[in-house]
């Protein structure tokens, strides 16, 4: 990623690279070398008693690694999420937004050593909140920025 | 679920129950009180690289916990699932199938304990496979049975 992208067209990236999130009705609300925010709408993603499904809220949360990673400047990288663990902590029944950080230090080690051994880990934590605020899930993923072929 | 439900039956009864199993195409296997198989096809779960996208690998696994406890004869009982760690070992670039297991004493304890105290916990390991029988992802799941209202 080169160029600054607006949020519109990094929903329209996400969706055309990830089909199912478009199903998911999902959006990018910001995304910058250190954080990361995106949302998913109540519909079609709750359950038949109006609460969010789970998965949805795993996508909502595990999509933002890949996102972040754009603007990591690793040539033929590849970021891959290789163990996601989330927690619910409340059902969902509104809209939810997922946000997580990575410190400027963590970003820089991260890209200097995917560069250096084609390869580096690194984890995410985000947290998952409904309309009102409430945290309804978080995660820690961990993620690996790989040098493909 | 009082009566045998045939797999086309416990098909659609998920995709109603969470219709975005239905854009995803899930479909259930075989669900006795002591195991469930569900599959995701390729299309529409893969990315563009044709890997089959995390959150979906996700569903096909954590699902199988909603399946097996219709089966539990706990008045007023929902399975809730509060935690679900995931491990992806490789890329999916085929149908998934996720298949887990709940011995018959587990099956047991959980539905005397959700009736005598109102909610029990259970944990739920699951592996998910490609078509050619390659495990790509483990999943560990922590559900609880509540009895609600």
């Not at 359950?47 to 990673?69: D, I, K, P, Q, R």
């Not at 409340?90 to 946000?99: C, D, S």
């Not at 230090?105 to 409430?134: C, H, M, P, W």
């Amino acid at each position: 990623m080169t160029e600054p992208a607006t949020p519109a067209e990094l929903t329209a990236l996400a969706r055309t690279m990830i089909p199912i999130l478009d199903a998911m009705g999902l959006e990018v609300l910001e995304v910058t070398p250190h954080s990361a925010t995106a949302r998913i709408p109540a519909e079609p993603n709750v359950n038949h008693f109006g609460a969010m499904y789970a998965g949805c809220l795993f996508t909502v949360a595990e999509v933002l690694g890949g996102l972040m990673a754009g603007f990591m400047d690793v040539p033929g990288g590849v970021p891959l999420v290789k163990r996601l663990e989330i927690d619910f902590s409340r059902p969902a029944t509104t809209a939810v937004t997922a946000r997580t950080t990575l410190s400027e230090a963590e970003f820089d080690r991260v890209q200097a050593e995917a560069i250096a051994t084609g390869k580096s880990n690194y984890e995410l934590v985000a947290e998952v909140t409904d309309e009102a605020g409430t945290v309804v899930a978080r995660t820690r993923g961990f993620y690996q920025m790989r040098v493909m072929g």
